[in-house]
């Protein structure tokens, strides 16, 4: 038995808040609050067309003139100063570490009024020592100091101490932060090489375990057993038959190094890592333990929606179910550094990583952004950055930043080659890609080149020019797709449109509309299946979030969250969830039919349906409208050329298009291959029926959509409940006809009538209800609550009849 005394490590939880007036918030209350940590002071509203209205030019998006862009931030008070203080108990002849794992922004701390960090960038990790010299007593006061800036961001930042502060309690002999290195550099289906360096301190002194005259062990630990023994600060051993990493066996080892004085342990550390080999080629593409595959991965933002920026575990974790669930495998981290928490679930439970430090370098996208830091700090921030999660199996890559202005201007590839270099003095083993935008200037400029693993965000039109052009040979979608639309919300006719705008301020449920600088998932799906130097993909986004309410970002309060998202803000998959499913989910089989069936007689409605069956037939009431299967690749090239085929979808009509000079034309040839679609079926009351067929022609499932009646009753499903949240339930809430069927256009006020509310949202990107306040409109039927675990309470709504949480 090995015995666990491990180096306390306590989060700090408890502290007091006030707001200080600032120029832009001059009116803020001032009064101290408790709060716990994380905490977002902006989350709970009110949200205001005037918070942070930016008159700017979007130049990525091809804007020549600047414009009022409204909600580009989220709409919510993010901005001005806060002060966060604490007292903790310390004992003198103990060693203090302070280590913020994020605090949004420009934090400034100090300890007993003597300043000890300051650390602008709001996402990164950073530490501080509690100096001895200012333990004078049994405790000491801690204060941080945090300003938010107009123009810092372009999405919705958060602010405050939003994720963890940890206080590490050590023997003046210890451990620093970031002090352990484990690496597998040798891996095979028989043994693997793992290797480890340890650093050591003495105080604020860096050390040696000579000089500090102790011992270091490190154990390398599987499922609580020892597979091998590292003695020193630095070391490699065997592991016989390796249970190797993967998304679908997350396996982890742990190492736990111990310093050792005689007998003695003085500190001690848990490092949890995996042993999986990477390997990119232009053969063979991304091999993971020597398989080739493509990333069927979503680019996330860090804010979880109606929580805020605040980090909670049983959200990550809500979210990675949903995307595992989808078939995803990995996440790019956009723009910015995770929450550790992330990091870790992805370990846990097999999703691989993408970790993107910036959004620019020294060249602005807003006024405030990172670009007024990023000369001096970024040296500070990638070090960081790297050294937090080089340990970690999940991370399969590097970006050095996304779109960034530099990929188009003299100092560009310099700056790239720089930013290289230090991540690979760091971290050897992983490349480093780079998000560009700029195709047509990077394919020729020397700046894609000097990329190591170019990255393409949108421009599917440049994908065969950048891997004819370009030395590396393999290109990574790192950007994709950027479809919009909203939940439940269907325009007939359905045309493929970009920039589509609508009085209600939604886009169309049909996934068809863009953005000029964006595309459709076909145009990608057939960029991955049909070329082998394509690595996959990153989808522009898993999760809706709050801010750049594109098409609706330009004047047009009061949309302040994206249409972006597979999934809603309310955490509720749009129909896009089943699309991408039935691409990346090979396990499971997919049949989803859309949309809703409450039209007015005689409309006439297309039906579409996402399956990875061959093949389907859709009915009305039992009547039929024909069968259709997936085009192959090849009929792909006949619809190009206008003709009809037999039993494969018709393209969808295209609106008129004024495609950039930088954008993607649009490919509506490309869908029959993936959807099948029937655009023009008469409405009649009733159901409709998909029957899907398997490869022999035998009917192999069903799904169907009734025509809902009035609102009769609430119903509530516990959406995270075989998550086994360990604080936070989400509750879909739905209003439902006397059958059960979810009406599509109800938006009654939901209430919230018990203990333990936490937060609600309801999915439409123009409602501006508050996140924190137990009541919501539904939207399309449906909202969210999220609910302590283990609270009692009721949903209520006038004229329907109640429902329960459930157990
Ligand atoms: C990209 C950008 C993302 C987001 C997206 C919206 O160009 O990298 O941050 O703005 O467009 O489509």
Redesign the pocket.
Known sequence: MLSLILAISTLLTSWQFRQEPSEQMPNVDTAWHQVSIPHDWAISGPFDRANDLQEVIVV?NGEKEPTWKTGRSGGLPWMGKGHYRTRVAVDSTRFYTLVFDGAMSHADVYVNGEEMVYWPYGYNTFDCYILPQLITGDSVDIDVFLENKPQQSRWYPGAGLYRNVHLVESDRIHIPTFGVLVRTPKVNARQATVSIEIDLQDGVESTSAEAAGVEVVTDILYDGHRMAVIRGQQGEAEINLPHVWSPESPHLYIAHTRVLRGEKVVDEKETRFGIRDISYTPEKGFQLNGLTRKFKGVCNHHDLGPLGAAIHKDALRHQIVMLKNMGCDAIRT??NMPAPELVELCDEMGMMMMIEPFDVWNHGKTDNDYSVEFNEWWRWDITNMVKQYRNNACVMLWSSG??VWNQVLPDGIAIVTELQELFHQLDPTRPVTN?M?QAMHVIHNGFGAAVELPGF?YRTGRYIEGYEHLPQKMILGS?TA?TVSSRGVYKIPAVLKDFATYDDHQSSGYDLEY?P??GLPEQDFQLQDDYTWTLGQFV?TGFDYLG?P?PYDTDAWPSHSSY?GIIDLASLPKDRYWLYRSQWNEYDYTLHVLPHWNWQEGDRVPVFCYTNYPSAELLVNGKSYGKLRHATAKETQRLAKGKRLKGVSAMPKVAKFDVPEWGSAPRPELLPRYRLMWFDVPFKQGKIEVVAYDEKGQVAARKEIRTAGAPHHIEVEWANREENPEELCYYTVKVVDREGNVCPHAANLIQYDGDGFVATANGDAACLDSFVEPQMHAFAGMCTFIIRKGSRGFFTSEGLLPAGLQD
């Open positions: 990525q956009s723009h996304n779109e998000g935008d965000n950007e950027s953005c600088w964006s522009w750049e594109s972006f």
